[in-house]
C-alpha cells in the first residue's frame, strides 16, 4: 500500500473535466465542419443531431470511478470490486485493465485484501460479511442511494410499512431492502400496485429506487394512494437530481427528434428510462446503444434530426464515437440542448480521504 496519489479528490476536482472538454471539442469542431461544408440531405433537409445536456457522468459514478482510479494507485493492483461499480461496459474493461477485479460476491475476495462497495448500496449484512473475511472497505455507495437507506432505517424503527417502488433484482433495490427486510415491500411499477399487502393502512410509506423514470413513478405513487389515502411521502425526491436533469432534457430533444439514439448499457437503469422517456415524449423511435459500433444505419432510414444522450454511468468518450459516427454520415450539425445546469460533486469515500491525509502528513513530517 504504498504508490503516492497525485489525482485531485473529487471535491477539488475543476468543473470541467476532461471527459468534458473531449465531447466539448468534438462538438465544437462538429458544429465549425458544419457552417463550412452545410449538411443537406439529398432532399434538401438539413441534418442535424440534437444532443441533450446534462448527460453522462452524474456526481455518484464520477465518485466511484474515481475511487477505484485512486485506490489502485494508492494501494496497487489488485483491488477487489463488488459487483460493477458502475453499470457501463466499456468503464468496467477500463478499470479491469488498470487491475480492479469485479466480483459477485465479498466471499470470492481473499482474505485480508481491499473490497469496493459499488455505486450501488450494499445491505448490512455485505459489511458483515466483508468484517468476517478481514477485508478493508471502501464504500464508494453513491450519497444519494445512502440517504435512501437512512430514510428505509428511520422508517423501520418508527415501525412503518415502507413500499420500495423500484425494479426486481436492481443492485440498488437489493441493497436498501437489506436495511430493513421486515418492513420493505418492493412495488414494481403501477402494475404491482394491486398485489400490495400491509399491516396498517394509516402507517405506510412510499420510497424509491433513484433512477427511475419521474413519470412512472408517480403514477405508481397514485396508484398507491388510491388504495392507502394517508401513504407518507418521503421527506425530499429519492429519484436522484442526475436521473430528473437528464429526463428533462431527452423530453426536449424528443420533442424534436426523429430518432433518439441514448449510449448506455442494457443494465443501467437510468439509461434505459431515457429511451422509454424520450419515445414517451414525442421521439419517433430510439435505442439504447453500448457505443457507435452498435448502431444499425437502417435505424435511421428516413431520419432528419436525431437526438443523443447518455446514462449517468457513461463516460463523454462514448458520445463522442457516436458524434463521429454521425459526422461521417452527413450529420454534423450538433446543437447542444441544455434545460437545466449541473454542478454537483461530492467528496471521496471516507477510507481514501484518511488514507490520502495520514499518506500526506506522513511526507510532511518525513
Ligand atoms: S444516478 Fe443519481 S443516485 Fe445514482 S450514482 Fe448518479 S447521482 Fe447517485
Same mark, same amino acid.
Given at each position: 500500500? !504504498?504508490?503516492?496519489?497525485?489525482?485531485? !479528490? &473529487?471535491?477539488?476536482?475543476?468543473?470541467?473535466? &476532461?471527459?468534458?472538454?473531449?465531447?466539448?471539442?468534438?462538438?465544437?469542431?462538429?458544429?465549425? /465542419?458544419?457552417?463550412?461544408?452545410?449538411?443537406?440531405?439529398?432532399?434538401?433537409?438539413?441534418?442535424?443531431?440534437?444532443?441533450?445536456?446534462?448527460?453522462?457522468?452524474?456526481?455518484? @459514478?464520477?465518485?466511484? @470511478?474515481?475511487?477505484?482510479?485512486?485506490?489502485?494507485?494508492?494501494?496497487?493492483?489488485?483491488?477487489?470490486?463488488?459487483?460493477?461499480?458502475?453499470?457501463?461496459? %466499456? @468503464?468496467?474493461?477500463?478499470?479491469?485493465?488498470?487491475?480492479?477485479?469485479?466480483?459477485?460476491?465479498?466471499?470470492?475476495?481473499?482474505?485480508?485484501?481491499?473490497?469496493?462497495?459499488?455505486?450501488?448500496?450494499?445491505?448490512?449484512?455485505?459489511?458483515?460479511? +466483508?468484517?468476517?473475511?478481514?477485508?478493508?472497505?471502501?464504500?464508494?455507495?453513491?450519497?444519494?442511494?445512502?440517504?435512501?437507506?437512512?430514510? +428505509?432505517?428511520? %422508517?423501520?424503527?418508527?415501525? %412503518?410499512?415502507?413500499?420500495?417502488?423500484?425494479?426486481?433484482?436492481?443492485?440498488?433495490?437489493?441493497?436498501?431492502?437489506?436495511?430493513?427486510?421486515?418492513?420493505?415491500?418492493?412495488?414494481?411499477?403501477?402494475?404491482?400496485?394491486?398485489?400490495?399487502?400491509?399491516?396498517?393502512?394509516?402507517?405506510?410509506?412510499?420510497? !424509491?429506487?433513484?433512477?427511475?423514470?419521474?413519470?412512472?413513478?408517480?403514477?405508481?405513487?397514485?396508484?398507491?394512494?388510491?388504495?392507502?389515502?394517508?401513504?407518507?411521502?418521503?421527506? /425530499?425526491?429519492?429519484?436522484? %437530481?442526475?436521473?430528473?436533469?437528464?429526463?428533462?432534457?431527452?423530453?426536449?430533444?424528443?420533442?424534436? +427528434?426523429?430518432?433518439?439514439?441514448?449510449?448506455?448499457?442494457?443494465?443501467?437503469?437510468? !439509461?434505459?428510462?431515457?429511451?422509454?422517456?424520450?419515445?414517451?415524449?414525442?421521439?419517433?423511435?430510439?435505442?439504447?446503444?453500448?457505443?457507435?459500433?452498435?448502431?444499425?444505419? /437502417?435505424?435511421?432510414?428516413?431520419?432528419?434530426?436525431?437526438?443523443?444522450?447518455?446514462?449517468?454511468?457513461?463516460?463523454?468518450?462514448?458520445?463522442?464515437?457516436?458524434?463521429?459516427?454521425?459526422?461521417?454520415?452527413?450529420?454534423?450539425?450538433?446543437?447542444?440542448?441544455?434545460?437545466?445546469?449541473?454542478?454537483?460533486?461530492? /467528496?471521496?469515500?471516507?477510507?481514501?480521504?484518511?488514507?490520502?491525509?495520514?499518506? &500526506?502528513?506522513?511526507?510532511?513530517?518525513?
Amino acid at each position: 500500500m !504504498s504508490a503516492t496519489p497525485s489525482r485531485p !479528490s &473529487a471535491a477539488d476536482a475543476p468543473e470541467t473535466s &476532461a471527459t468534458d472538454s473531449a465531447t466539448d471539442s468534438a462538438t465544437d469542431s462538429a458544429t465549425e /465542419s458544419a457552417a463550412e461544408t452545410g449538411t443537406e440531405t439529398g432532399s434538401g433537409d438539413r441534418r442535424r443531431v440534437l444532443l441533450a445536456a446534462p448527460r453522462g457522468y452524474c456526481a455518484g @459514478v464520477d465518485r466511484a @470511478v474515481i475511487a477505484v482510479e485512486q485506490a489502485l494507485e494508492q494501494y496497487g493492483a489488485p483491488v477487489y470490486v463488488r459487483h460493477e461499480i458502475v453499470h457501463n461496459k %466499456y @468503464v468496467v474493461k477500463t478499470l479491469e485493465k488498470k487491475g480492479a477485479i469485479f466480483v459477485e460476491e465479498t466471499g470470492e475476495v481473499p482474505e485480508g485484501e481491499i473490497v469496493i462497495f459499488s455505486a450501488h448500496g450494499v445491505a448490512p449484512e455485505v459489511h458483515k460479511e +466483508a468484517e468476517r473475511g478481514k477485508l478493508a472497505t471502501i464504500d464508494a455507495t453513491c450519497p444519494l442511494v445512502t440517504k435512501v437507506h437512512k430514510e +428505509a432505517v428511520r %422508517y423501520a424503527k418508527e415501525d %412503518y410499512d415502507i413500499l420500495l417502488i423500484g425494479h426486481e433484482g436492481h443492485e440498488e433495490v437489493i441493497g436498501t431492502s437489506g436495511e430493513a427486510p421486515e418492513h420493505v415491500t418492493l412495488v414494481d411499477g403501477p402494475d404491482d400496485v394491486a398485489n400490495v399487502d400491509v399491516r396498517d393502512p394509516e402507517k405506510v410509506v412510499w420510497l !424509491s429506487q433513484t433512477t427511475l423514470s419521474v413519470d412512472e413513478t408517480m403514477e405508481t405513487v397514485d396508484a398507491l394512494k388510491g388504495r392507502y389515502p394517508n401513504l407518507l411521502s418521503p421527506p /425530499s425526491d429519492d429519484i436522484c %437530481y442526475a436521473t430528473q436533469n437528464r429526463q428533462t432534457a431527452i423530453k426536449q430533444v424528443a420533442k424534436d +427528434a426523429d430518432f433518439v439514439l441514448v449510449v448506455g448499457s442494457p443494465n443501467s437503469s437510468n !439509461s434505459v428510462r431515457l429511451v422509454e422517456t424520450a419515445i414517451a415524449h414525442g421521439a419517433k423511435d430510439g435505442r439504447l446503444v453500448d457505443g457507435a459500433e452498435e448502431i444499425d444505419e /437502417s435505424w435511421l432510414e428516413g431520419a432528419t434530426t436525431i437526438g443523443l444522450s447518455s446514462g449517468a454511468s457513461v463516460p463523454d468518450v462514448l458520445v463522442d464515437g457516436v458524434l463521429e459516427w454521425l459526422a461521417e454520415r452527413g450529420w454534423e450539425d450538433v446543437e447542444i440542448v441544455q434545460p437545466v445546469e449541473e454542478r454537483m460533486q461530492f /467528496s471521496l469515500p471516507k477510507e481514501l480521504r484518511r488514507d490520502l491525509r495520514a499518506e &500526506a502528513a506522513a511526507r510532511m513530517t518525513g
